[in-house]
């Protein structure tokens, strides 16, 4: 099984906020599948954007990555 990855929180919440729509914010915790999904829908025309800047805020414990300030 993968290691959790150490993710910076605040850097992950800026490209959520400023370049979610084309899945950075997904790239950074490295869940390229759905970076490139998210790239092509542009954000799932800006629903999946939101809900992840939503998670991300709140420091949703996503599989694999430990926020760090």
Same mark, same amino acid.
């Given at each position: =099984?993968?290691?959790?990855? #150490? /993710? *910076? ?5 800026? =490209?959520?906020? +400023? !370049? %979610?729509?084309? %899945?950075? #914010?997904? !790239?950074? =915790?490295?869940? /390229?599948?759905? %970076?490139?999904?998210?790239? $092509?829908? &542009?954000?799932? +025309? %800006? $629903?999946?954007? &939101?809900? #992840? /800047?939503? &998670? $991300?805020?709140?420091?949703?414990? !996503?599989? *694999? $990555? *430990?926020? /760090?300030?």
């Amino acid at each position: =099984m993968d290691e959790p990855r #150490d /993710v *910076n929180w605040i850097l992950t919440l800026l =490209m959520s906020i +400023f !370049f %979610g729509s084309l %899945g950075i #914010d997904r !790239f950074i =915790m490295r869940h /390229v599948g759905l %970076g490139l999904l998210k790239l $092509i829908t &542009l954000g799932g +025309f %800006g $629903i999946w954007w &939101l809900i #992840d /800047v939503i &998670l $991300i805020a709140t420091k949703y414990p !996503f599989k *694999n $990555i *430990n926020w /760090v300030e």
